[in-house]
């Protein structure tokens, strides 16, 4: 038995909204996807990292497109985890030495760092709309990554 999860972060990986658009985000996706066994926002003071699980696939560099290995991007995970939360500082690509912090490089699927998080555990409504996507952002008051883990 596998889960599934989408879950909303700012690309503001530092954004977090205020409780009543925290609340509003959840009445509306729990209209959206009332078949979802939970719907949990999530707030932290370091900045997190939020992950695509099985459906990762690869890393690429926003410079030159290359791919980075994940041997490298792991190491430079492992550097900018201090003290309980990212720092998201800039990093050389091995590629092309163009300076990059880890929420800037091409995550396919997409994957992310925020402080805050609002998720749907097996949602059952496959891709998010654009619609629905656009309308998350006005009610969070920011632009959003949307990363399917899947585990
Ligand atoms: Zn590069």
Request: hydrophobic share 35%; aromatic share 12%; glycine share 6%.
């Amino acid at each position: 038995m596998s889960d599934n999860w989408i879950a909303l972060i700012p690309k503001d990986p530092r954004y977090v909204p205020d409780g009543a658009r925290q609340n509003l985000a959840r009445d509306r996706f729990a209209e959206i996807a009332p078949d979802a066994d939970e719907i949990e926002i999530k707030v932290t003071d370091k900045i997190s990292f939020f992950d695509c699980g099985a459906n990762f696939e690869r890393i690429c560099c926003p410079s030159c497109n290359s791919e980075i290995s994940t041997e490298w991007w792991q190491d430079r995970m492992d550097d900018d985890y201090v003290d309980g939360g990212f720092t998201l500082a800039g990093y050389e690509t091995p590629c092309c030495n163009a300076r990059h912090s880890l929420d800037q490089l091409l995550y396919e699927w997409p994957q992310g760092f925020a402080r805050f998080a609002i998720d749907a555990m097996n949602p059952n409504i496959g891709k998010l709309s654009n619609q629905h996507e656009t309308e998350f952002e006005d009610i969070l008051g920011t632009s959003l990554r949307v990363i399917y883990q899947h585990i």
